[in-house]
């Protein structure tokens, strides 16, 4: 199994400009996580899906952010318009069942000029 | 949510063992209590998980309170592979297994 793929690793983009990380969770699995983390912050939750479903987006920062899953392959979260504040790495994390293990993606580092 | 407390940093020598604790006073009776760790420059990876019993695997070993309101995770051996943050979380049958990360516990392995 490839595990959690995220793309793309690393992102450099200047201030207003949309950005779009997406991510392919582990075949099988019915959750799925977006996490962002910072120094000043640590790992914050950002929204998780359950079967497609948003459940909870109170981690949202505000409305510039938004993320969907169209299917139960794919998901993606989007920054418009993206602000330096938003630089972070971003985790995308899968996992088969409310308490099985979360396994998460290598990450996309975003940079906001 | 159900919060939990872990120490901010932690020290250890090399080939010691290295016992981290991890505080879940508010912990409901179907919250599974999973440990996952950090390395530098990579995504958490899963290390042990468990709701009652003690369990142990190939990575760690992790003790369970007998009211389950504190845990503790055990490295029999620290190798300098294991310094990394180690984060304490609880994992619930509820709100289709919304699972928050504290700050968790900075590892530091001396040689």
């Known amino acids: 199994d490839a595990g959690v793929i995220q793309s793309p690793r690393h992102e450099v983009t200047e201030m207003g400009q949309e950005v779009t990380l997406r991510c392919k969770p582990i075949?099988?699995?019915?959750?799925l996580f977006w996490y962002r983390q910072t120094m000043m912050r640590g790992l914050e939750l950002l929204i998780y899906f359950n079967n497609n479903v948003p459940i909870d987006d109170s981690g949202m920062p505000e409305d510039r952010f938004s993320a969907k899953m169209p299917n139960a392959s794919f998901s993606t979260l989007k920054i418009q318009p993206s602000e330096p504040r938003d630089s972070a790495v971003y985790f995308c994390?899968?996992?088969?069942?409310?308490?099985?293990?979360?396994?998460f993606g290598s990450g996309t580092q975003l940079s906001v000029l | 949510d159900a919060k939990t407390t872990q120490p901010n940093s932690m020290e250890s020598n090399e080939e010691e063992p290295v016992h981290l604790p991890c505080n879940h006073s508010t912990i409901s009776g179907t919250d599974y209590i999973h440990w996952y760790r950090q390395l530098p420059s990579q995504g958490p990876e899963y290390v042990i998980h468990g709701l009652t019993s003690n369990v142990n695997n190939r990575m760690a070993s992790l003790a369970i309170a007998e009211d389950r309101k504190s845990s503790t995770l055990i490295l029999h051996r620290a190798t300098l592979r294991d310094a990394a943050v180690y984060y304490c979380?609880?994992?619930?049958?509820?709100?289709?297994?919304?699972?928050?990360f504290g700050d968790g516990t900075t590892l530091t392995v001396k040689p």
């Open positions: 075949s099988g699995h019915n959750s």
């Open positions: 979380i609880l994992c619930t049958n509820t709100n289709a297994g919304k699972s928050t």
């Open positions: 994390a899968s996992r088969a069942d409310r308490v099985e293990k979360l396994f």
